[in-house]
Antibody, heavy 118, light 107 residues
Framework: EVQLVESGGGLAQPGGSLRLSCAVS????????MDWVRQTPGKGLEWVGR??????????DYAAPVKGRFVISRDDSKNTLFLLMNSLKTEDTALYYC?????????WGQGTLVTVFS | EIVMTQSPATLSVSPGERATLSCRAS??????LLWYQQKPGQSPRCLIF???TRATGIPARFSGSGFGTEFTLTISSLQSEDFAVYYC?????????FGQGTKLEIK
């Protein structure tokens, strides 16, 4: 059974940092591209970024609002995806999901809530 | 960035009736279009990919159509579990973008 479990969310102050993790099971992480998506009541669903497999270069792409501040990485040996969030802003407050597409469907975690407040 | 516009924002339909939801792209996305369903407290679930192909395990009452800039999600006979929020997502160009959602409510 495919499972994705996010963790690491919580409270942070503007300018601070948080690192989210996404532990996966039921598939081989090294074979798939992985995504981070966030959701807020006001802005709805927003793609944060993606990371390719090492075979495809292992590079990441980011949405404009987070580019230069967020870093996606992966540890395939530990079946874990990461999202390092730096220079946090109040508008980064959201529920953060990790997501994977495979086998003609996609799979999401339950999300981890990040709240940035001063 | 491609802008996805969904209509209507809210759709009221009776159980057993047909629901038609629309999604428009600001420029062509070919068939790189997915439809999602999201219920309160749950993660989004993919219903349709490639604009018209049902994802694994999705009932046949869900169908998608369209190409380029105009897309439609049709639910042929609404069941109680279908009342939810529906989103379209284009993945033709980075960054991928979602529509703002259509809330399907019981009439």
């Amino acid at each position: 059974e495919v499972q994705l479990v996010e963790s690491g969310g919580g409270l942070a102050q503007p300018g601070g940092s948080l690192r989210l993790s996404c532990a996966v099971s039921g598939f081989t992480l090294s074979n798939v591209w992985m995504d981070w998506v966030r959701q807020t009541p006001g802005k709805g669903l927003e793609w944060v970024g993606r990371i390719k497999t090492q075979t495809d270069g292992g590079t990441s792409d980011y949405a404009a609002p987070v580019k230069g501040r967020f870093v996606i990485s992966r540890d395939d040996s530990k079946n874990t995806l990461f999202l390092l969030m730096n220079s946090l802003k109040t508008e980064d407050t959201a529920l953060y999901y990790c997501r994977v597409w495979m086998n003609k469907s996609d799979y999401w975690g339950q999300g981890t809530l990040v709240t940035v407040f001063s | 960035e491609i802008v996805m516009t969904q209509s209507p924002a809210t759709l009221s339909v009776s159980p057993g009736e047909r629901a038609t939801l629309s999604c428009r792209a600001s420029q062509s996305v070919s068939n790189h279009l997915l439809w999602y369903q999201q219920k309160p407290g749950q993660s989004p679930r993919c219903l349709i990919f490639g604009a018209s192909t049902r994802a694994t395990g999705i009932p046949a009452r869900f169908s998608g159509s369209g190409f380029g800039t105009e897309f439609t999600l049709t639910i042929s006979s609404l069941q109680s579990e279908d009342f939810a929020v529906y989103y379209c997502l284009e993945h033709s160009a980075w960054p991928y973008t979602f529509g703002q959602g259509t809330k399907l409510e019981i009439k």
